[in-house]
């Protein structure tokens, strides 16, 4: 029983770490107004799949005074180091001032902790999406 105990305590720390960090990006992000002043707001359909039971929907809208922090965390709550990082296809809508972008990415994150220490089972959660851009023209 103490063995399971220490071994859930790592996973705790673990998790902990990564919420952490993940809240540590965040706060140290800057506003989307404060480097792209021409954006007037960002809109993020996601459509998550992770296996045939869990599947979900949702917007994500971003005004000018949101922060600049585009990782989105997987929907599977045992994922060890997963998410998606939807930065590189915004930056890349606003450098070429395009308003819409559809792709998918998959998770590289684990499928859960134990798997994560086996370094094996990757969680392979997709997610679909839709990126919309709206500028303001006097920008």
Not at 18 to 42: A, K, L, R, T, V
Not at 83 to 98: A, P
Not at 117 to 125: I, R
Request: charged fraction near 30%.
């Amino acid at each position: 029983m103490k063995l399971k105990a220490k071994y859930m305590d790592k996973e705790s720390k673990l998790r902990a770490n990564i919420q952490n960090d993940f809240w540590y990006s965040f706060q140290n992000s800057p506003q989307i107004n404060s480097i792209h002043p021409q954006i007037e707001g960002i809109t993020l359909k996601l459509n998550f799949n992770y296996d045939e039971s869990l599947k979900e929907e949702f917007i994500k809208l971003y005004k000018p005074s949101d922060k600049v922090f585009f990782r989105i965390e997987c929907i599977n709550k045992d994922c060890i180091y997963g998410g998606f990082n939807l930065s590189t296809e915004i930056n890349h809508l606003i450098s070429s001032k395009k308003t819409k972008f559809k792709g998918h990415q998959t998770c590289n994150g684990y499928q859960d902790y134990e798997r994560y220490l086996a370094k094996n089972y990757h969680c392979l959660c997709r997610l679909n999406y839709i990126i919309e851009i709206k500028y303001d023209e006097k920008k």
